[in-house]
């Protein structure tokens, strides 16, 4: 199976356990399209394996559609793991946090990954901002928040970042 264009297209291979895609060109606007249908097309398997190697760029609407296939592999029980970005793609996975929601391999981990249980949306931590725009979140050693100037942008580029509890002076936000 093959979705492609001039500049980008993307091959699959349909296993018992896994699917393998291989990604190759430039992921932005006006290729997001088959990125997401091969994403969509893929049945349902304990682990889809992107092969993002050779992707060149990867713009915000690439972003959201690796998110959107994170969370629809998920609801059907899976995992997608992405393997060896190429360094500009890999700075922009690590840049909108993505690489902490998407687990990220080399070609050599990747190809003896085992598709673990879906994990829960991952809880930040409590946010309250002063009226300076400071932040007062309750430190916690393990978590690593963004400056609350960038939660916006963040929100923004990703779109995933949703509330999970607002009844309290502290809202919360998690990264699904």
Do not use: K, N, Y
Request: proline content about 9%.
């Amino acid at each position: 199976m093959e979705q492609r264009s001039d500049r980008f297209h993307v091959q699959v291979s349909v296993g018992d356990h896994a699917v393998e895609m291989r990604a190759t060109g430039e992921v932005d606007i006006a290729t997001v399209g088959l990125l997401r249908t091969a994403l969509w097309a893929a049945p349902a398997r304990p682990l889809l394996r992107l092969d993002i190697s050779g992707v060149r760029l990867l713009s915000a609407a690439g972003v959201r559609a690796l998110i959107a296939a994170h969370r629809r592999v998920r609801a059907r029980g899976g995992e997608l793991v992405l393997v060896d970005p190429a360094p500009v793609v890999a700075r922009v996975l690590h840049v909108t946090g993505l690489d902490r929601v998407i687990p990220v391999r080399d070609g050599a981990a990747a190809s003896t990954a085992v598709a673990l249980p879906a994990a829960a949306p991952r809880v930040l931590a409590p946010l309250a901002l002063t009226p300076a725009g400071e932040s007062s979140a309750r430190p916690d050693p393990a978590v690593t928040l963004p400056e609350p100037a960038a939660l916006g942008s963040l929100a923004r580029a990703l779109g995933s970042l949703v509330p999970v509890a607002e009844a309290s002076s502290a809202p919360m936000l998690a990264c699904v």
